[in-house]
Each structure stands twice: as structure tokens, then as C-alpha cells.
T-cell receptor, first 114, second 110 residues
């Protein structure tokens, strides 16, 4: 079974621009969560989607948003990029509520803001 | 708010030298405690889920245990390929959010 895939793997953007990252979950998984990983803060939860609905949201500004499509694929968007947004963005998928709770991570998208 | 503290931050061991990594946690209603392994530049790789105090799980040279306040990841006779950062995370009831510790960077010296 194919794992979680994320595109693109690497991105370089300029301050003020916006970016969209994509995540395809494991086949059959309906929940997708997004995390930001930085050397200083570690892994921090951004948001989680299930059945095209955002169920949970972390403590990030409104510049960070996401959505989920009917095929469970998810995108996250960051608008008005800041230097501090440089990070590894990780997507994780799981079966969803009422099922096994293990989350499986993709390889991440490395975003560099200059 | 859920909190996870991992120790030590870094650990260097000789090949074959067994040791343990610690994960202390506070959570209002533990649904599960998760261990992941992360290699540089890659996403975390799932290792174990523990659900209740007293539970133990094993995989090759790794064994994870759980009490009401902490979890241990025991590594027996490690090999250089076990070098990685080991992450602990907790999940409380009612949501999918994982709260992670900052990890233990393990280096096994041949």
C-alpha cells in the first residue's frame, strides 16, 4: 500500500508571497493532519480534517489555512509568508474517528522563505 | 494543555550498549501514547502505540513501556542503523491532535 505523499518536496518563496502544499493520504484513510516542524519548536499541530471538515486547529495565525477534498486529499495554504514560516511541513493520515489512532506521516515539504 | 518532555536530548552509545529513553507526559485523558523514529530530512516513522499503563510492545531491538506518567523506549544491543531522533507524542480523547516532545537524538557508534 502506498504511503502518504506530499508535493512539492521543496519550495523557496519570498516574503509576502503565498504557498499551497498538497497531501495525499494512505488509501482508505479519511483523516489528515498537518504539522509544522522547526528546530526551535519541534513538531507543532496546525489542523486536522475529516470528511472535508476541519475538526481541530492549533495555535497558528489565520494566515495558515487548509481544506480537504471528497477523495480525502488535503491542501494547506500559507498567505503573506514571513521568514519565520520556514520549516518542514508534515502531513499525517489516519483512518479517522472510532478507528485505529495511529497517524502515518509523509516525507514533508521543506519550505524556505527568503 | 497536554505536555510531553523527553530526556535526554541527545544520547551517544557504543554499538551493543543498551539504554533507555524517557518520555514524561501530562494529558487530560490519555487516548494513546505514540513513539516515532525520524531520520534527517524525512517524516516521522511510526513505531508503537501504547494505550494503558502496564502495556508493553516490542519491535526488533526496541521495547516501549507505559506508566501513568511516563513511557520508556528501551533499546537493546543497538546497531549503527538505530541512530535517529526518537519522538514521543500523546493524544487525548476527543481529537486527533498529537502533542510531541522535542525528541531524543540517538547516535550509535560502531
Amino acid at each position: 500500500k502506498a504511503g502518504v505523499t506530499q508535493t512539492p518536496r521543496y519550495l523557496i518563496k519570498t516574503r509576502g508571497q503565498q504557498v499551497t502544499l498538497s497531501c495525499s493520504p494512505i488509501s482508505g484513510h479519511r483523516s489528515v493532519s498537518w504539522y509544522q516542524q522547526t528546530p526551535g519548536q519541534g513538531l507543532q499541530f496546525l489542523f486536522e480534517y475529516f470528511s472535508e471538515t476541519q475538526r481541530n486547529k492549533g495555535n497558528f495565525p489565520g494566515r495558515f489555512s487548509g481544506r480537504q477534498f471528497s477523495n480525502s486529499r488535503s491542501e494547506m495554504n500559507v498567505s503573506t509568508l514571513e521568514l519565520g514560516d520556514s520549516a518542514l511541513y508534515l502531513c499525517a493520515s489516519s483512518l479517522g474517528p472510532g478507528s485505529s489512532y495511529e497517524q502515518y506521516f509523509g516525507p514533508g515539504t521543506r519550505l524556505t522563505v527568503t | 494543555e497536554d505536555q510531553v518532555t523527553q530526556s535526554p536530548e541527545a544520547l551517544r552509545l557504543q554499538e551493543g550498549e543498551s539504554s533507555s529513553l524517557n518520555c514524561s507526559y501530562t494529558v487530560s485523558g490519555l487516548r494513546g501514547l505514540f513513539w516515532y523514529r525520524q531520520d534527517p530530512g524525512k517524516g516521522p516513522e511510526f513505531l508503537f502505540t501504547l494505550y494503558s499503563a502496564g502495556e508493553e510492545k516490542e519491535k526488533e531491538r526496541l521495547k516501549a513501556t507505559l506508566t501513568k506518567k511516563e513511557s520508556f523506549l528501551h533499546i537493546t544491543a543497538p546497531k549503527p542503523e538505530d541512530s535517529a531522533t526518537y519522538l514521543c507524542a500523546v493524544q487525548g480523547f476527543g481529537n486527533e491532535k498529537l502533542t510531541f516532545g522535542t525528541g531524543t537524538r540517538l547516535t550509535i557508534i560502531p
